[in-house]
Nanobody, 119 residues
Framework: QVQLVESGGGLVQAGGSLRLSCAAS????????MGWYRQAPGKQRELVAA???????NYADSVKGRFTISRDNAKNTVYLQMNSLKPEDTAVYYC?????????????WGQGTQVTVSS
């Protein structure tokens, strides 16, 4: 089992910045992918950004150039720096941890943190 604890959400005006953090603990394997998803009211959960243990990143087109994902492997923590925030970025942001062990995928989720961007 992997436990994920998120922090850093809140209310910000359009154009502002926020930084989300997610600390993982428990049975963590050396190779994993951590990322952030978001879900706005009435919409499906979508990938925002993800990063492998080796630092390979993937971003949704809607956040490229504005958001930066990073991680500290020694602390098992992933960060999402969000700049130039827009009202459409308003959502609950969920931390995600993915790993594959002996061919079986294990996926874990944080409890979610609310990000609200006012216009």
């Amino acid at each position: 089992q992997v436990q994920l604890v998120e922090s850093g959400g809140g209310l910000v005006q359009a154009g502002g910045s926020l930084r989300l953090s997610c600390a993982a603990s428990g049975s963590i394997f050396s190779f994993n992918v951590m990322g952030w998803y978001r879900q706005a009211p009435g919409k499906q959960r979508e990938l925002v950004a993800a990063i492998t243990t080796g630092g390979i990143t993937n971003y949704a087109d809607s956040v490229k150039g504005r958001f930066t994902i990073s991680r500290d492997n020694a602390k098992n923590t992933v960060y999402l720096q969000m700049n130039s925030l827009k009202p459409e970025d308003t959502a609950v942001y969920y931390c995600n941890h993915n790993t594959v062990v002996v061919g079986k995928e294990y996926r874990y989720w944080g409890q979610g943190t609310q990000v609200t961007v006012s216009s």
